[in-house]
T-cell receptor, first 111, second 114 residues
């Protein structure tokens, strides 16, 4: 059982559409991160959220940390083919130094 | 800065063989970690280190050993390879052990165990 559950597992949408992906847990986290991974490469950090209810924007990407710090969402406005990739959430578990990842959402944007 | 480097990029082993995956970083980072990535499983933490001489187990440590004799290097040893260890292995480093620090990942090692 994954401590961090991501949904959906796969998502294929048309260019220009909006989408939201989710990262959920029954545990409370001190912080949560979102990474994006492209084929054949390691993940790259997109954002870190640390305060319950926090919203951060990165161009067309909006990240929200749940009020109770158990969940997070990533919303993409007007998706573009360059947004294609594997989106992973990560959080410290058990100790600040043990960083675990969710299983990821694989996003495909059709031109 | 080369960042995080991993060698080899690809490796094929036979069941029972041992090998060491190399990982090095040139950013003077305290924290280093090893993950494995299997289809549909995201990244699973194998071992991590908060500084030279200090290592600890992650989610899936069985069958793997690590050591951290220097700040720069964090090798991962497979003691007796098994087909279940077929995976892509990523090494990562960050400035400190704090969970909100950015982790920088290497390009990965794709390992196949026959």
């Amino acid at each position: 059982t994954q401590l961090l559950e991501q949904s959906p597992q796969f998502l294929s949408i048309q260019e220009g559409e909006n989408l939201t992906v989710y990262c959920n847990s029954s545990s409370v986290f001190s912080s949560l991160q979102w990474y994006r991974q492209e084929p054949g490469e390691g993940p790259v950090l997109l954002v870190t959220v640390v305060t319950g209810g926090e919203v951060k924007k990165l161009k067309r990407l909006t990240f929200q940390f749940g009020d109770a710090r158990k969940d997070s969402s990533l919303h993409i406005t007007a998706a573009q083919p360059g947004d294609t990739g594997l989106y992973l959430c990560a959080a410290p578990y058990s100790s600040a130094s043990k960083i675990i990842f969710g299983s990821g959402t694989r996003l495909s944007i059709r031109p | 800065n080369a960042g995080v480097t991993q060698t080899p990029k690809f490796q094929v082993l036979k069941t029972g063989q041992s090998m060491t995956l190399q990982c090095a970083q040139d950013m003077n980072h305290e924290y280093m970690s090893w993950y494995r990535q299997d289809p549909g499983m995201g990244l699973r933490l194998i071992h991590y280190s908060v500084g030279a001489g200090i290592t600890d187990q992650g989610e899936v440590p069985n069958g793997y050993n690590v050591s951290r004799s220097t700040t720069e290097d964090f090798p991962l040893r497979l003691l007796s390879a098994a087909p279940s260890q077929t995976s892509v292995y990523f090494c990562a480093s960050s400035y400190s052990y704090r969970g909100d620090n950015e982790q920088f990942f290497g390009p990965g090692t794709r390992l196949t165990v026959l």
